[in-house]
């Protein structure tokens, strides 16, 4: 498994652009909003968190086709079917790479972007903290919808009309986390965690099972 | 003799073709006669007036938008666990009338909040979750549409329905966090003794039942329709 982990972020990083394609997407996203609602800093100041989420979300939807997209299309996937490992094993395996290659620079990158929303001070502890909590949640799931696409040609628009109810939760959770105000941010990131610890330990096996109807 | 029997398609389809005429009139009859019974026959809210009667349509096409997907979610297990192809078509059926019920629930609502709420929309988290399982609908039957093979269809929208019954549930309590409300509480409830007002009650008991039936006449409608064409497909492969 972790052999299969290191594999995938050396394709990520040889191919050219696996950290590097998510991150000038964030840069974009949130530097479009400037844009469209005007530069005044206390409107930005408050949309900031929001902003933030919803744009590490859309981030990290960008890359999940290439989670079991391209394994799909040339064997392997069917080649990592008949290893040892179980299906969900793989699963999981592949989640964190895909995690380490947009989930980690995604949380470290937000801490700029903050800045130019003039993130409240306040506010970067939480943002830091709901991020790296949070995006193990967004990598699975986004896992669970590459798996149920992985068949489907130009599944794209498909994936993220999948994906992205099942993630409302952890936007919710997540950004009203980093939103100064609300009482209990300690509270909200323990429910953030809750939802990435469930999502880790079950989503595997839901992307078996996609995984083995889309391979028979 | 068992529920599974039906799980056969010429069995099921012997006796679906049997009570399908019972069902339908029935829900007409107990849906017309609720409907007229709320409009015609109920005294207007000294504080809502007469637009409280559209609960009548509201609470029934609410109830059953969250029992269709339930109804999914079993069809669905069903599928995955036991292969029987009639609980897929089912689960397969059930979604557009979901989803028909979900957007009456959210028009007749609308309808209703613009004079007693003064908007058509907010963003209270009943309302949000009503959204957020329109969104599941959708996602589900263009997973459908999507995938050529039945059977793998079949499998993939299952397991979409599970997890995603899931997430509907968590985001309907996550929601709670991230609003205020603006909806009431619970009307109806099977376990506490308030209710709302014996003469509202009854008529509105009669609506949910003829929506309760009317649902059971649409699905099986359309899951006869889903078997029919499969066989069709069948025949075609045939070559007959």
Known sequence: M?????????????????????????????????????ANLDLLARIAPGVLWIGALLSCLLSLDRIFQLDWEDGTLEALATSPIPLSGIATAKATAHWIITGL?????????????????EAYIWLVASLSVGTPALSFIGAFG???????????LLLSLLVLPLYIPTLMLGAQCVTIGSETPIKLLALVAAISLFCIALIPFACAIALRANLK | MSLWEYANPAKFMALSARILP?????????????????FFLTPADYKQGSTVKIIFLHVPAALMAINAWL????????WLIRRHHVSALAAKAAAPIGITMTLIAIATGAIWGKPMWGTYWAWDPRLTSFMILLVFYFGYLALWEAIEDKDTAADLTSILCIV???FALLSRYAVNFWSQGLHQGASLSLDKEQHVDN???????VCIVGMV??????????TRTEIRSRRLIALRLRGI
């Open chain 2, 71 to 78: 109804m999914m979610l079993v069809t669905s297990l069903v």
């Open chain 1, 2 to 38: 972790k052999s299969l982990i290191l594999r995938d972020l050396r394709l990520a990083v040889r191919s050219g652009g696996g950290f590097a394609l998510t991150l000038s997407f964030f840069l974009i996203v949130v530097m479009m909003v400037p844009f469209g609602v005007g």
């Open chain 1, 146 to 156: 590459a798996a149920i696409t992985v068949g489907i040609k130009r599944g794209g």
């Open chain 2, 22 to 38: 019972y069902l339908a009139i029935a829900s007409s009859c107990l849906l017309l006669a609720g409907l007229f019974w709320g």
């Open chain 2, 164 to 166: 995603g019954s899931i």
């Open chain 1, 105 to 121: 620079p995604i949380t470290i990158a937000a801490i700029p972007l903050g800045y130019l929303l003039n993130l409240e001070t």
């Open chain 2, 199 to 205: 003469t509202f009650y009854l008529p509105l008991l």
């Open chain 2, 213 to 222: 039936l009317l649902f059971l006449t649409l699905v099986l409608i359309r």
